[in-house]
């Protein structure tokens, strides 16, 4: 790194003669949820007997375009306590050896079956509209693979993108200190035989979904991001691309989806008898989705305070109770 040395003599003279600057306190409780708040992402408070529980609402792949400040998430990271990150994959080389082996039953369709043979007559003709405008076969790839190639490469959902909260917030705690880990793990092993032994059938939600995204076409994605900086958690759980994300594995497997939510719960249940602000970065569709970790925290006896995760669904002077509340 290019330094200018003047500077910095100059710097160690008034340090040699001059009383040493008391340090800046630590931030407060309040400060640092004022300051998380700030960043524009959105999140949901805990106050508990003990400290705090700041809960960000995270989506992968925010366009560069949908202004927020993720350096005051830095910030704030900087001055909690711990930092609770998402679900760590356990991969050990045994695992690497069923990626190789496996690679078939996870990318393409049982051996002697084209897309045709699973499909009803009505989605046979929408992908081989895609087919004909992309230029591509998807006759043997499996649904799970032709649904991220028409969500990743043909509508770009993660073109032009910035940082996701969870890389924000890993990195600054790491530079600060302030112990980080994340909320479970899955053994690579579990996950990979769960993928390979799904049937062709429990994707086709997810392709069905993947479709209707990539129809909607491009603007979608921006307008999911604008959802997400405005805090209009409803509009973005009924986008096309979140609602397609939902619907595909491993959110939409009831077993991995399942335990992902159970960790989730419980790790909050744990922060709640811990000192000072617990940072938490949650995927959103976990949080607000129904019976997802909001609803079941409501349930628990949680007083939570942020955006409104739910559409009312009655009149506005009579609130419905466990749909969140703007602070």
């Known amino acids: 790194m290019m330094m200018r040395i003047a500077p910095l003599l100059l710097l160690a003279g008034s340090l040699a003669v001059a009383p040493v600057a008391a340090q800046d306190p630590a931030p407060s409780e309040n400060e640092i949820v004022v300051t998380a708040q700030n960043s524009g992402?959105?999140?949901w408070t805990i106050d508990t007997p003990k400290g705090t529980i700041v809960m960000v609402g995270e989506?992968?792949?925010?366009?560069?375009?949908?202004?927020?400040?993720?350096?005051?998430?830095?910030?704030?990271?900087?001055?909690?306590?711990?930092?609770?990150?998402?679900?760590?994959?356990?991969?050990?080389?045994?695992?690497?050896?069923?990626?190789?082996?496996?690679?078939?039953?996870?990318?393409?369709?049982?051996?002697?079956t084209e897309a045709s043979d699973h499909l009803s007559e009505a989605?046979?003709?929408?992908?081989?509209?895609?087919?004909?405008?992309?230029?591509?076969?998807y006759s043997r790839r499996s649904f799970l693979m032709t649904s991220f190639d028409l969500l990743s490469r043909r509508l770009g959902f993660a073109k032009d993108t910035g940082k996701d909260a969870s890389d924000i917030v890993e990195r600054a705690a790491r530079r600060a200190d302030v112990p980080s880990e994340p909320v479970g793990t899955l053994?690579?092993?579990?996950?990979?035989?769960?993928?390979?032994?799904a049937p062709p059938a429990a994707h086709l939600p997810c392709l069905d979904?993947?479709?209707?995204?990539?129809?909607a076409g491009p603007d979608i994605v921006l307008q999911r991001g604008e959802a997400w900086r405005s805090f209009d958690i409803p509009a973005l759980m009924d986008n096309p691309l979140e609602v397609a994300l939902g619907r595909c594995w491993p959110w939409a497997d009831q077993q991995v989806g399942g335990e992902i939510r159970t960790q989730w719960v419980e790790a909050i249940d744990r922060a709640a008898g811990e000192d000072g602000v617990t940072l938490a970065v949650v995927p959103l569709r976990v949080l607000a989705e129904e019976d997802g970790v909001l609803d079941l925290l409501v349930r628990r006896g949680f007083d939570i305070r942020g955006p409104e995760w739910r559409a009312a669904e009655t009149p506005a002077s009579e609130?419905?109770?466990?749909?969140?509340?703007?602070?």
């Open 41 to 43: 992402a959105p999140m």
């Open 123 to 137: 989605q046979r003709a929408r992908l081989e509209g895609f087919e004909q405008e992309y230029d591509q076969d």
């Open 59 to 112: 989506i992968k792949a925010v366009p560069k375009a949908t202004p927020w400040f993720p350096e005051r998430l830095e910030r704030a990271t900087a001055g909690a306590q711990r930092v609770i990150l998402g679900l760590k994959p356990k991969v050990s080389p045994g695992d690497v050896f069923r990626i190789i082996f496996a690679g078939g039953k996870i990318t393409k369709l049982p051996k002697d």
């Open 187 to 197: 053994r690579g092993e579990d996950l990979l035989d769960n993928l390979a032994e």
């Open 209 to 215: 979904a993947a479709m209707d995204a990539t129809e």
């Open 319 to 327: 609130p419905s109770p466990g749909t969140g509340a703007r602070d």
